[in-house]
C-alpha cells in the first residue's frame, strides 16, 4: 500500500491548508476498505494523531486540540482523504503524514498497528 500526501506549505497564523492523500494498493484491495486518519509529528515532539475517518464515512475522530478547526473527509471514487486545516496556529507546525489503518487493530493514540503511512508533508505556520 503507497500512501502519497500533498498540500503542505507555508501559511500565516489564522489561515487555511488543505491536505491530500491519494492511496494505491497494488493488491488491487479497495479504498474503501481502509480505515483513513492524519498524524502528524513537530521537531523534537513525538507523532500525534490528529483525525481518522471510517471506511464507510460515518465515523469521524479528531484530537482534542483540533476544537473544530480541522475536518477530515474522504473521495472513495478518487481514494483521496483530505484534511481542511482551519484557523490554523504557530503549535500546528509539523510533517503531516496520512495513515491507513483497521479500527479492529490499529491504535489512534500511539499510531502503532497502522497499515500504512505516508511520507508527509510539511506545514509550517507562521506567527
Known amino acids: 500500500v503507497q500512501l502519497q500526501a500533498s498540500g503542505g506549505g507555508l501559511v500565516q497564523a489564522g489561515g487555511s491548508l488543505r491536505l491530500s492523500c491519494v492511496l494505491s494498493d497494488p493488491s488491487g484491495r479497495s479504498f474503501s476498505t481502509y480505515d483513513m486518519g492524519w498524524f502528524r509529528q513537530a521537531p523534537g515532539k513525538e507523532r500525534e494523531f490528529v483525525a481518522g475517518?471510517?471506511?464507510?464515512?460515518?465515523?469521524?475522530y479528531y484530537a482534542d486540540f483540533v476544537q473544530g478547526r480541522f475536518t477530515v473527509s474522504r473521495d472513495n471514487t478518487k481514494n483521496t482523504v483530505y484534511l481542511q486545516m482551519n484557523s490554523l496556529k504557530p503549535e500546528d507546525t509539523g510533517v503531516y503524514h496520512c495513515v491507513a489503518y483497521d479500527r479492529d487493530y490499529s491504535d489512534l493514540t500511539t499510531g502503532e498497528g497502522m497499515d500504512a503511512w505516508g511520507k508527509g508533508t510539511q506545514v509550517t505556520v507562521s506567527s
Open positions: 475517518i471510517s471506511r464507510d464515512t460515518v465515523s469521524l
